[in-house]
């Protein structure tokens, strides 16, 4: 037991039972794996390589390496590759119990860092993300990154990490862990911008921090998880208690069950009207909302579109007017004579018409719309979702002629 404990190796998800011991056959392994899901030309995949470290050297930490944000395509990349990192990278840091590791190259302007940009949209206190400084060592002579690791610059309420990992030169030339950390140990003992904080740089320290702050950050967020979870079970345990007696061919309990997701839907098509519903549409404008606009932007814009020839209805007007006094002579009067003002009214208002029938016509489709969103939640039982769909959408039609025939 004590050997397989000091024994270093890492598993693969995707390679149930297979220990790696070398690794670089780990490495390996990614580049196969990924060239496997993602093709052989710079292809980008959101399905996660899953491997875990088992080793006496390291602490336990959890992590998710995301791609850096990537400006122009290149091989099979598609168009918008830089929307598709962005969405996949937003997937994991908008979760609240994430911690986020905004990884900065010293030698770029860190006003200008994509990864400290997408923290601050989903953590804009700070209170998740940690600063991690890289390339410490290729920055130009005279310069420095002091103002920044002393959280001066820029601050986060975690402040930042100088670390200096191994180049691609010693990545090839197969430069040892060991060797790399005595390096980078070196390097911020003898810089005379780092000396004075080299007890709070490099990657030990870290991965120290890393693993503190995980586990301080969870066991901050984990009353609220062990509130939810309880909750989720007294209500589970309530809907057990309710069908715990429940018999599959009981006429009773089928119709009860019915009547319930009957009622539900009648719920839900109700808060969709009225703008009340659980979830709210942050794409566009749905139920009673694109109603109201309907009638108060769409049906004033297609009566404002309407042709007014005032001098042709001071022509009619007039004529009427004429019409009505026939051989009489027409004198001057303050009032209009009523049939000839109630026939300019009804020739004015069938102009109404057209775009009443219009607003009626989209109203109806989105009341449609709203019943297919409503029975989606009833999928489960297909004939009950068409038959519901099928009685709602028709009486919905049914009230449609009717009110056209008002028109």
Known sequence: LLLIFLTEYAEFLHCKGKKFTDFDEVRQEIEVETD?????????SSVPINLRIYSPHVLSLTLIDLPGITKVPVGDQPPDIEQQIRDM???????ENCLILAVTPANTDLANSDALKLAKE???????????????????????????????????????????????KDIDGKKDIKAALLAERKFFLSHPSYRHMADRMGTPYLQKVLNQQLTNHI?????????????????????????KNFRPEDPTRKTKALLQMVQQFSVDFEKRIEGSGDQVDTLELSGGAKINRIFHERFPFELVKMEFNEKELRREISYAIKNI?????????????DMAFEAIVKKQIVKLKGPCL???DLVMQELINTVKKCT????????????????????????????????
């Open 89 to 95: 990278i937003m997937q994991f840091i908008s979760r």
């Open 122 to 168: 989903v953590d804009p206190q700070g209170l998740r993300t940690i600063g991690v400084i890289t390339k410490l060592d290729l920055m130009d002579e005279g310069t420095d990154a002091r103002e920044v690791l002393e959280n001066k610059l820029l601050p986060l309420r975690r402040g930042y990490i100088g670390v200096v990992n191994r180049s691609q």
């Open 36 to 44: 496997r899901v993602t093709g052989m030309n710079k292809g980008i």
């Open 219 to 243: 066991r901050d967020t984990l009353p609220a998880f062990r509130s939810k979870l309880q909750s989720q079970l007294l209500s589970i345990e309530h809907e057990v208690e309710v069908y």
């Open 376 to 407: 989606k939640k009833l999928a489960t039982y297909p004939r009950l979702c068409e038959e519901t769909e099928r009685i709602v959408a028709g009486y919905i039609r049914e009230r449609e002629e009717k009110t056209k025939d008002q028109v």
């Open 325 to 337: 006094h026939g051989i009489r002579q027409v004198l001057p009067c303050l009032f209009t004579p």
């Open 358 to 360: 219009k607003s009626v």
